[in-house]
């Protein structure tokens, strides 16, 4: 295998090759230096970096660098792109900056949502107790007060949607049985807890100072000495085989004979060794102290005493009657599905069913309400029947005096511009009226008595109307207890 001789001519121009490459690729590495120590801390585009080593590629080809002065201007180039590119950079961070300090000012000023979405607990009264544990908006929490106490405030608050509770905190006070002057003929009466004391005028005895203790004399003259002998010699008492007749007790003073009988006797006739059993019922059955008995009187020897009627209680004062609770104190025998309604005298059974409306279906949301579900749209029956159908019950004694407020409806949240009331079918609707008591309530009005026993159906609507369109109907059916007694 031979060499390949160049010519010396071609040697030389090689030489002169070589030199020039050395020279080029000394002057390249120090421009590269140059440049990139003016533009340290600059990032370099691709585009930049292209520039830079741009010549590498004709010094390997043999071809012809690009000039120190088209490099510059190419970098000047890019460096005014970075510049503008930084620019538009740095404004939209002050533009992200400002939206996000505008959109923290208006989180800061949103009202801070509740965590809890109940209505506050509420406490039972002092000498009472509470009933009602939910705590939702709608739910409503009832309030009774122990015997011997009154309740004084809201009897039921409802929770309201804006979490607080409608009324005002009831308490218990002290009933005075003293106030409606119990203790008759005299009498001083003492208040107590659940009760009273009489202290009875002279010649008056008794729970209540009713019953009247008479002292009798019988005077005998014109005795002979030993007609007063045998009189003062005589033994008494005398046994009567009766309860109702007992002997007297006499003494003789002086040749005079003083004769006086036990509290509830007196003596009858002529005889006064006997004494006679005092009627209480038949004599103070309507004196000027009233009757002795709220519902009835029962003659005792001595004295008296006063029954109620079934489902009653006798109160501490011996005289009135105290309606007992049977659904209070689970005297009853009603299911789990079924709702304890107390009345006077008795209670109630009752299974709150929901209406069955053509077009519309309902859901029970509470013992006592139905409300309807959701309508499909062009469903324009199902919008026109009653948005929500409640149900209460009242118990109420006979001949209750009128006009008097029965019942109030009213509304929670308006979303119409109207608000109106009327009263619907029922039985026993001539007894009663509707009328508004503010833009939001109603209330039902009872216009005559009504004789016990009976049991009435009012139905009450509150339309709400949006320029004269109604968008809801609310039905609150309304049944009356009425007792067979005034009390």
Same mark, same amino acid.
Not at 29 to 36: H, I, S
Not at 106 to 118: E, I, Q, Y
Not at 257 to 275: K, L
Not at 436 to 460: K, N, Y
């Given at each position: ?286 004196? %000027? ?7 009835? #009187? $029962? *003659? @005792?020897? &001595? +004295?008296?005493? !006063? ?23 689970? %005297? ?7 709702? #304890? $309604? *107390? @009345?006077? &005298? +008795?209670?109630? !059974? ?138």
């Amino acid at each position: 295998m031979g060499f390949h001789r160049f010519p010396a001519s071609d040697k030389a121009a090689l030489e002169t090759s070589r030199r020039g490459n050395r020279y080029f690729w000394f002057t390249r590495l120090r421009l590269q230096r140059t440049v990139l120590r003016k533009m340290r801390g600059i990032y370099l585009s691709p585009v930049a970096l292209l520039l830079v080593f741009i010549c590498q590629v004709p010094a390997i080809r043999g071809q012809e660098c690009p000039g120190t002065q088209e490099l510059q201007n190419s970098l000047r180039q890019a460096h005014k792109l970075l510049s503008t590119h930084e620019a538009s950079y740095l404004q939209s961070l002050r533009t992200l900056r400002k939206k996000l300090s505008l959109l923290q000012n208006s989180a800061a000023r949103l009202p801070t949502k509740a965590n809890n979405v109940t209505c506050p607990k509420l406490e039972a009264p002092l000498n009472g107790r509470k009933l009602g544990k939910i705590l939702l908006p709608g739910h409503e929490v009832h309030f009774l007060c122990d015997l011997g106490y009154e309740l004084v405030g809201s009897e039921t608050r409802q929770c309201k949607d804006s979490l607080t509770w409608s009324g005002q905190q009831p308490v218990c006070k002290e009933i005075n049985e003293c106030s409606s002057s119990p203790c008759a003929n005299g009498g001083t009466c003492t208040d107590e807890v659940n009760g009273f004391t009489c202290e009875c005028a002279k010649g008056w005895a008794g729970s209540t100072c009713q019953s009247p203790t008479p002292t009798f004399f019988v005077t005998i003259t014109n005795m002979s000495a030993a007609t007063a002998g045998a009189a003062a010699a005589t033994s008494f008492p005398l046994a009567t085989p009766s309860l109702l007749v007992r002997p007297s007790k006499c003494s003789q003073v002086q040749g005079t004979t003083h004769c006086t009988c036990e509290a509830g006797y007196t003596i009858s006739g002529r005889d006064t060794s006997i004494c006679t059993d005092i009627d209480e019922c038949e004599l103070f059955h309507n004196g %000027q102290a009233g009757r002795l008995c709220l519902h009835a #009187c $029962v *003659n @005792t020897p &001595g +004295g008296y005493r !006063c029954t109620c009627p079934m489902g009653y209680n006798v109160t501490q004062d011996g005289r009135s009657c105290r309606d007992i609770d049977e659904c209070a104190t689970r %005297q009853n025998n009603c299911t789990r599905d079924q709702l #304890c $309604v *107390n @009345t006077y &005298g +008795g209670f109630q !059974c009752i299974k709150v069913e929901c209406p069955r409306i053509r077009n519309a279906t309902y859901v029970k949301t509470s013992p006592t309400r139905c409300e309807r579900n959701p309508c499909p749209v062009d469903n324009k029956a199902c919008s026109q029947a009653p948005n929500s159908v409640s149900y209460h019950y009242m118990s109420v004694v006979s001949n209750l005096s009128a006009p008097r407020v029965m019942f109030r409806v009213s509304a929670v949240r308006v979303l119409g511009d109207t608000l109106r009331f009327a009263l619907l079918g029922g039985r026993g609707r001539r007894h009663f009226t509707v009328q508004r008591s503010d833009r939001q309530t109603g209330q039902l009005m009872l216009v005559s008595p009504i004789q016990g026993p009976a049991m009435l159906e009012v139905e009450v609507e509150m339309s709400e109307l949006e320029r004269r369109v109604q968008i809801g109907r609310y039905i609150t059916k309304i049944t009356l207890f009425v007792s067979q007694y005034e009390f």
